[in-house]
């Protein structure tokens, strides 16, 4: 998997989540940059293909982030593992969910979770949920890291990201 890959692989997990009807709920519903009916204004907004650190002194907004990394062998296209890291963040202040019974990033830790874990939709083999942990960044902001893995994959199959057959 190359840099070019890696961008594409990022593309569509976030194109992915965006079209996520209870995913773009946790978050637009306390988003300013969210044009309703329109989830792909979250992206660069609220939902970023790298972990960052936000503004604290703008705005109480929630967030996601998406990282790729890979160990292996990039010449033959067979890799030993694949780790997908993804932090669902909030700030304090908007961190209930309206209803009350869920903060706001274990509802989207469980979204995420619900869909991605068992998912062979990405072509590097199936996603396994091996961590959900929630953490606290500083003192405005809280987050949940979901880390998913792929063990002993080999690229073999077209999938919607192009054919990356050997």
Same mark, same amino acid.
């Given at each position: %998997?190359? &840099?070019? #890959?890696?961008?594409?692989?990022?593309?569509? /997990?976030?194109?992915?989540?965006?079209?996520?009807?209870?995913?773009?709920?946790?978050? +637009?519903?306390?988003?300013?940059?969210?044009?309703?009916?329109?989830?792909?204004?979250?992206?660069? +907004?609220? =939902?970023?293909?790298? /972990?960052? =650190?936000?503004? &604290?002194?703008?705005?109480?907004?929630? $967030?996601?982030?998406?990282?790729?990394? /890979?160990?292996?062998?990039?010449?033959?296209?067979?890799? +030993? !593992?694949?780790?997908? &890291?993804?932090?669902? %963040?909030?700030?304090? #202040? =908007?961190?209930?969910?309206? #209803?009350?019974?869920?903060?706001?990033?274990? $509802? /989207?830790?469980?979204?995420?979770?619900?869909?991605?874990?068992?998912? #062979?939709?990405?072509?590097?083999?199936?996603?396994?949920?091996?961590?959900?942990?929630?953490?606290?960044?500083?003192?405005? $902001?809280?987050?949940?890291?979901? =880390?998913?893995?792929?063990?002993?994959?080999?690229?073999?199959?077209? !999938?919607? %990201?192009?054919? $990356?057959?050997?």
């Amino acid at each position: %998997m190359t &840099t070019v #890959d890696i961008k594409k692989y990022k593309v569509s /997990l976030i194109t992915d989540i965006i079209n996520n009807a209870k995913i773009v709920e946790g978050i +637009a519903s306390q988003s300013s940059e969210y044009i309703e009916g329109q989830p792909d204004t979250l992206s660069g +907004a609220n =939902i970023f293909p790298y /972990l960052r =650190i936000p503004d &604290t002194q703008n705005k109480a907004d929630t $967030y996601i982030l998406v990282a790729v990394d /890979l160990n292996g062998n990039s010449y033959n296209r067979t890799f +030993a !593992n694949m780790r997908v &890291t993804i932090w669902a %963040m909030s700030h304090q #202040d =908007i961190m209930m969910m309206e #209803d009350g019974n869920a903060s706001r990033i274990d $509802y /989207l830790g469980e979204e995420l979770r619900a869909m991605f874990d068992g998912s #062979d939709a990405y072509g590097y083999g199936v996603l396994q949920c091996m961590s959900s942990a929630e953490h606290i960044l500083n003192d405005k $902001y809280q987050y949940r890291e979901l =880390i998913f893995i792929t063990a002993d994959m080999k690229i073999s199959a077209k !999938n919607k %990201m192009g054919d $990356y057959s050997t």
